[in-house]
């Protein structure tokens, strides 16, 4: 399995780094395992962080368009599913709750990673900047402001965390939406993804998974987020490959700073 998952990252594409459409038929394998699921779309989305931030940092500013906005589901979509908040305390975890900032600045990037989350300077939750929606059953959160500093604190290690008071449960659009091969598909029509978006398709079918294993929002937070360890979990080798990855890219990131 190690060898398949460092695939999913690999592409002869210059401008494409989102391969995660080669996880599916992994996670078909966990579909009974929902914690195992989640460990996996945590893994996804911090791969994901990692690749899209090394091309951020080394493309020229043409092909940083190539960067897509991050959305649960494409606008064509009837989305109403994302107005159904269900009101309780959710503790947003920087590590944890797999959040997917889509940084799109690079001037902005290396600022954020040269001053936050130092000796003098931890990484901290500003209301007016960090907005996040947690998604079940996805079990994955996406950015509506502070993409570049979210990116900072979890790139960096931060264990900071932060309340939201509501999360937003998608459950109802599994009805009638579903995602293959590139493509959403919806009563309001087919909808193709970006080279670089695929990821949000998969993390789409994997929460089909997690809700048909009738694990709820508090096994979530009771069985995954309290007792959070990727090292202890089925994915440990892949979580410890991942650390390499994380800590190169600072590396190249920082080498930026006195330019």
């Known amino acids: 399995m190690l060898d398949f998952i460092k695939s999913i990252f690999l592409t002869n594409d210059d401008y494409s780094f989102d391969n995660s459409n080669l996880l599916l038929p992994l996670i078909n394998e ?24 090394n091309k951020l940092i080394t493309w020229d500013e043409q ?20 107005n159904n908040e269900l009101v309780t305390s959710n503790i947003i975890h920087l590590q944890s709750s797999s959040i997917i900032p889509w940084t799109w600045n690079k ?88 080279a670089n978006e695929k990821i949000t398709g998969i993390l789409f079918e994997a929460g089909r998974l997690i809700m048909n294993s009738g694990f709820s929002f508090n096994d979530y937070v009771n069985e995954y987020q309290n007792k959070y360890d990727p090292l202890k979990s089925k994915l440990a080798k892949e979580f410890t490959l991942l650390e390499d990855s994380r800590i190169e890219l600072i590396k190249l990131i920082s080498s930026y700073y006195s330019k």
């Open 63 to 82: 092909n940083q368009i190539k960067l897509p906005n991050i959305e649960a589901l494409p606008n064509g979509i009837n989305r109403y599913e994302l």
């Open 107 to 194: 001037s902005r990037l290396i600022n954020c990673m040269k001053h936050i989350e130092t000796e003098n300077n931890l990484w901290a939750f500003d209301s007016l900047n960090h907005q996040v929606k947690f998604l079940f059953p996805m079990c994955y959160s996406i950015v509506y402001g502070g993409n570049h500093s979210l990116t900072t604190g979890i790139l960096k290690g931060s264990v900071a965390n932060f309340e939201e008071n509501c999360y937003y449960d998608l459950s109802e659009s599994y009805k009638s939406i579903k995602y293959k091969n590139g493509y959403f598909y919806s009563p309001q029509g087919k909808f193709k993804l970006s």
């Open 30 to 53: 966990y579909k009974n395992d929902p914690i195992t699921l989640i460990y996996l779309v945590n893994y996804l989305t911090k791969s994901y962080i990692i690749n899209r931030n």
